[in-house]
C-alpha cells in the first residue's frame, strides 16, 4: 500500500497500480499487478488474449474497480470514489481510444469530438471550438463537417483520438487502435500518438501487436494475469526489437 | 464541483433530438399510438364543443323564451285545448306575441290531382293563428307567411320538410298543390323551425280552408313567447289561463330546453370516444416504453463510451428520459394537428362553429408528457445501470 496524494511516488506517477487483483468469479483475470506510469510516457501493454491486459484497462481507466489492491490515477485513489466520482475522473484525466471508433453515426466530426467534452461541463460553443483545434491536431482539420459514414477506417479512429485528447487528459488510453485498420491506416494512427506524446501526454496503448508493441518505448508484457515482463528501450533500433520480442513471446508460449 | 458532472437542459434536448433524429422510421411508429389516442381525445372534445357552440349560437338567436302550451301527452283522454287558448294566452300580461297551429286530421296535400290518395308523403296539413315563425323565431326561405284574417282566400304555406318532399323549393307564381280536390297558391316556403321541428312536415293554411278541409278548430298547440324575466312564472300562469277548471290538462314545456338536452344526450356517445382515446393512450405509452427499451438494448456500447467519457449515471438516465419525453411530445403534437384538423373538417362540414377548448389542447399535451415520463422511467433506469465496460465489451 501506498501512503496519501503527496507522497514522492505519486506527484511522479499519473498512474499507479500496486498488486491489484481481478476475479471473475473463481477465475482470477488479474493476479497482482504493479505498474507505474511517469508523466509523458508512451507504453504498450501487449499480451495474448485471455492475458488480463483488457481487464487491465478496464481498471486503470476506473471502467470498472479491483478486486483487491491499489489504484491511483492522478493523485486520486480510486478506491474510495464514488461512482460520480469516477465519472468525474474520466471526464477530467481519461482519454479512451477505442478499436472500434465507437462513433456517433448521425453526428458530424466537431460534434463527436465534442461530446468528449459533454460530461466536463463545458459551453456549447466552447465544446465546438476545442473539438475544431483538436481535429486540427489529429490532421482532421478539413473534416470537420463530415459524418463518420463519409470518413475512412483511419479519418475516424482520428476523430475518435480528437475526443479522447480534446479533454487534456492526464493519460489517453488506446485500446488496440490500430486493430480494425489496415497497415498504412494503422502506422499512421501510430505516428499521431507519437506525436501527441512528444507534445506532453501519456499515451497507453493496450494490443495484443507485438510488432506495433515493441516500436514504443515501453513495453509491459502480460500473461495469465501477470506482467510478465517490463522493459524500456531508449536507442531507436526499434525493428529488431520488434523482431526479438515477438520471438521471445512467440517461444514462452 | 456545482455545474460540473451536470449536462444543461439544452443539451440534453439535443442528445434527446439526435437519439431520435437517427431512428426516425421508429419514431413515426412508437409515436403513431400516442397521435391517435390523443387525436381522438381533441377531436372528441372539439366536436362536442362545436355542437355545443352551435346550439349555443341558435339558442341566442331563438331566444330562451318561447313556451308552448299543447294537450298533454300521457294517460287517459287528452282534452283538446280550447279553441279560446290564444286568445286566452295572449290576455296575460307576461306574454308578449303567441300564434297557434291546429291539425286538420284527415286533410293532405298533394302535388297535383293525379297522385294517388294515400301517397300523402307523411305531410300533415295545420290551420295557423297568427305569425307562427315569427314567434317561434324561424325564417321564411321564400315568399311570405299566410294572410291570418279568418276571410283569407285559400293560400298555403310549405315546412321546410314538406316543400322539399312536394317538390317545391320557392315560390312561383305557378307554385300550386292539390287539397281537398282544388288547386292552392303557394305564398310561402318556411326553413327549418328549430324550436319546433315537427312543424318542418307541414303545411299550413288559414282557417277557412281548414274548415273547408275538415277542421275541428281546437288548436293542437299554442305557442308565446313572453318576458324572459317571467319565463318560469309563466308556465304556471298559462296552463291555469287556457284552462281555468283544469290546468293540469295543459302540458306548457320549453322548447329551448329540450334543444339543449338534445345535446347533452349525445355525452355517452362522447364518453365512449373519450375511453377509446384513453386506451389509445395507454397503449400507445407502452409503444413508447417498448421502443425506448429496445433503443436501450441497441446502444449498450454508446452508453458504455458515454461512462467512459465521463457520464455520470443521472447523466445516461436523464438522456433516455429526455429522449422517451420527446418520443411522446412529438407523438402528442401530431395528434393535436390531426385531431385539430378533423374537428375543423367537421364542424365546417357541418355549418357550424369550430371551437376547441384550449385545455383540451393543453391537457392532451401535458398527458403526453406524463405518459412519455413514465414510460421512459424503467428504460432510462436499465441504461443508466448499464456498466461502463460495455464500451469495450460491445463491438
Redesign the interface.
Known amino acids: 500500500m501506498t501512503g496519501p496524494a503527496g507522497t514522492g511516488a505519486v506527484s511522479t506517477s499519473v498512474l499507479q497500480l500496486r498488486e491489484v487483483t481481478k476475479t471473475y468469479g473463481d477465475v482470477g483475470a488479474l493476479r497482482g499487478v504493479t505498474l507505474d506510469v511517469a508523466p509523458g510516457e508512451l507504453l504498450a501493454v501487449v499480451g495474448p488474449s485471455g492475458s488480463g491486459k ?1 481487464t487491465m ?2 481498471i486503470i ?4 474497480r479491483p478486486t483487491s489492491g491499489t489504484v491511483t490515477i492522478a493523485g486520486n485513489d480510486v478506491d474510495a470514489m464514488s ?2 466520482d469516477l ?2 475522473l ?3 484525466h ?1 482519454g ?1 481510444v ?1 478499436q ?1 471508433f ?1 462513433l ?4 458530424t466530426a466537431a460534434e463527436n469530438v465534442a ?2 467534452l ?4 463545458t459551453g ?1 460553443r466552447e465544446r465546438h471550438r476545442r473539438a475544431v483545434a483538436a481535429l486540427e491536431r489529429v490532421g482532421l482539420g478539413a473534416r470537420v463537417d463530415h459524418r463518420p459514414n463519409q470518413l475512412s477506417g483511419g479519418e475516424k479512429q482520428r476523430v475518435a483520438i480528437a ?1 479522447a485528447i480534446v ?1 487534456d487528459p492526464t493519460i489517453l488510453l488506446a ?1 488496440e487502435p490500430t486493430g480494425a485498420l489496415d497497415s498504412t491506416s494503422g502506422a499512421a494512427i501510430l505516428d499521431l500518438l507519437r506525436g501527441l506524446n512528444q507534445s506532453g501526454t501519456t499515451v497507453l496503448v493496450i494490443t495484443h501487436d507485438l510488432t506495433l508493441a515493441a516500436s514504443l518505448p515501453r513495453r509491459v508484457r502480460m500473461r495469465d494475469g501477470v506482467v510478465e515482463d517490463d522493459s524500456t528501450t531508449s536507442g531507436s533500433d526499434g525493428d529488431v526489437d520488434a523482431a526479438s520480442l515477438a520471438l521471445a513471446i512467440r517461444g514462452a508460449r | 464541483m456545482s455545474g460540473r458532472g451536470r449536462v444543461g437542459p439544452a443539451d440534453l434536448l439535443r442528445l434527446g433530438v439526435f437519439g431520435l433524429r437517427t431512428r426516425p422510421g421508429r419514431v413515426v411508429l412508437s409515436a403513431l399510438g400516442i397521435a391517435i389516442g390523443i387525436a381522438a381525445m381533441i377531436a372528441v372534445v372539439g366536436i362536442s364543443s362545436s355542437s355545443k357552440a352551435k346550439v349555443d349560437q341558435a339558442l341566442d338567436a331563438l331566444g330562451t323564451n318561447v313556451l308552448t302550451a299543447t294537450q298533454p301527452e300521457g294517460f287517459g283522454d287528452p282534452q283538446p285545448l280550447p279553441e279560446t287558448a290564444l286568445e286566452s294566452a295572449l290576455r296575460q300580461n307576461a306574454v308578449r306575441s303567441a300564434a297557434a297551429v291546429g291539425t286538420v286530421s284527415d286533410a293532405a296535400v298533394y302535388r297535383n290531382e293525379f297522385v294517388p290518395t294515400p301517397e300523402t308523403k307523411g305531410i300533415g296539413v295545420m290551420a295557423a293563428w297568427g305569425d307562427v315563425p315569427k314567434v317561434l323565431g324561424g325564417r321564411l326561405t321564400s315568399g311570405r307567411w299566410l294572410d291570418s284574417s279568418s276571410d283569407a282566400p285559400p293560400q298555403v304555406v310549405l315546412g321546410a320538410d314538406a316543400a322539399a318532399a312536394l317538390g317545391i323549393d320557392r315560390v312561383r307564381p305557378d307554385s300550386r298543390v292539390w287539397m281537398g280536390g282544388q288547386w292552392v297558391q303557394v305564398v310561402g316556403v318556411l326553413g327549418t323551425i328549430q324550436l319546433a321541428d315537427d312543424l318542418d312536415d307541414q303545411v299550413f293554411v288559414p282557417r277557412g280552408l281548414a274548415a273547408d278541409l275538415g277542421f275541428d278548430g281546437a288548436p293542437t298547440a299554442v305557442y308565446t313567447r313572453v318576458d324572459p324575466s317571467r319565463v318560469e312564472a309563466s308556465r304556471d300562469v298559462l296552463a291555469g289561463a287556457i284552462r281555468p277548471g283544469s290546468p293540469q290538462d295543459v302540458g306548457v314545456t320549453r322548447p329551448s330546453d329540450a334543444l339543449a338536452a338534445k345535446d347533452a344526450t349525445d355525452e355517452s356517445f362522447t364518453g365512449l370516444l373519450v375511453g377509446i382515446g384513453g386506451v389509445a393512450l395507454l397503449v400507445g405509452g407502452i409503444g413508447v416504453a417498448n421502443t425506448m427499451v429496445i433503443t436501450v438494448l441497441e446502444r449498450r456500447a454508446e452508453v458504455g463510451v458515454r461512462r467512459a467519457l465521463g457520464a455520470r449515471r443521472r447523466n445516461i438516465r436523464d438522456q433516455f428520459l429526455v429522449e422517451s419525453l420527446l418520443l411522446s411530445f412529438l407523438g402528442g403534437v401530431a395528434g393535436v394537428v390531426i385531431g385539430l384538423g378533423v374537428t375543423i373538417v367537421f364542424a365546417l362540414g357541418q355549418g357550424w362553429p369550430v371551437a376547441i377548448p384550449v385545455w383540451a389542447v393543453a391537457g392532451g399535451l401535458g398527458a403526453t408528457v406524463v405518459i412519455g415520463g413514465v414510460s421512459g422511467l424503467y428504460p432510462a433506469a436499465r441504461a443508466a445501470r448499464i456498466p461502463p465496460t460495455s464500451a469495450l465489451a460491445a463491438v
Do not use: E, W
Open positions: 483488457s484497462l478496464n481507466g476506473t471502467l470498472d461512482d460520480d465519472s468525474q474520466r471526464a477530467d481519461v479512451f477505442f472500434h465507437h456517433q453515426a448521425g453526428a461530446d468528449g459533454l460530461y466536463a461541463g456549447r475526443r479533454g485500446d
